[in-house]
């Protein structure tokens, strides 16, 4: 999560118990992702939902923080062998179960989803993120909702801050906010392009 207080010349970012710029990858170890770090990454992004300040994102983040939990579970089950998101999901596939393979896709989407909202928003600085998260949304989460699930997230969309109120809160100083957050969602999108990827390799596509 968050710690909530930003420090003297620091953004939001620094407030993250951990960020998507400290965990590593091991390509030596074909992309292998450690599942504890990613798992507090995923976790402190979501208090992101909170600096939006709506309660229309409460099923979003609800969402997310289930399928992290899900994922601990299966961590917590069998520490040794789901050291890496990889190793979690094919020993957990050996044990005729997917579960938590299930939460990860899900996980990923999500996390897709904020990704490209909020990239789209800072690659457009005249577009307001009602904008950004919609078209977000359209091509991330939308394809695989139900007709009961999208009302919902459609509303989460509507009611996204002003800009302007948004960046506000991520720190005095915007041209470090930009810079951070652009390498931010750098690390993250490479998370979700890896992932994808071995999710998809593995069969997990529901």
Same mark, same amino acid.
């Given at each position: ?30 992309? !292998? ?7 507090? !990454? ?7 939902? $909170? ?21 601990? #579970?299966?961590?917590?089950? !069998? ?7 990889? $190793?979690?999901?094919?020993?957990? #596939? ?7 393979? #299930? ?51 459609? !509303? ?18 915007? $041209? ?31």
């Amino acid at each position: 999560m968050s710690t909530g207080q930003i420090p003297p010349g620091g953004t939001y970012l620094n407030t993250l118990k951990r960020s998507f710029t400290d965990v590593p990858v091991q390509a030596d170890k074909g992309n !292998a992702i450690p599942t504890t770090e990613f798992l507090e !990454a995923a976790e402190s992004l979501v208090s992101i939902f $909170d600096v939006l300040g709506s309660a229309a994102f409460s099923p979003v983040k609800s969402d997310m923080l289930g399928n992290v939990e899900k994922i601990r #579970q299966r961590f917590l089950a !069998a520490p040794t062998e789901s050291e890496t998101l990889q $190793d979690l999901v094919n020993n957990e #596939q050996k044990a005729k179960e997917n579960k938590a393979g #299930q939460a990860l896709l899900w996980l990923v989407r999500g996390l897709e989803f904020t990704c490209k909202g909020l990239a789209n928003n800072v690659a457009a600085a005249d577009q307001e993120l009602s904008t950004s998260f919609r078209a977000a949304y359209d091509v991330t989460l939308k394809p695989h909702h139900s007709f009961l699930i999208k009302p919902i997230f459609s !509303a989460a969309m509507s009611a996204c801050p002003y800009r302007k109120d948004f960046y506000t809160k991520l720190g005095d100083d915007q $041209d470090k906010v930009n810079a951070q957050l652009k390498e931010y969602l750098a690390a993250l999108e490479n998370f979700v392009i890896i992932l994808k990827a071995f999710l998809d390799s593995k069969g997990i596509k529901k």
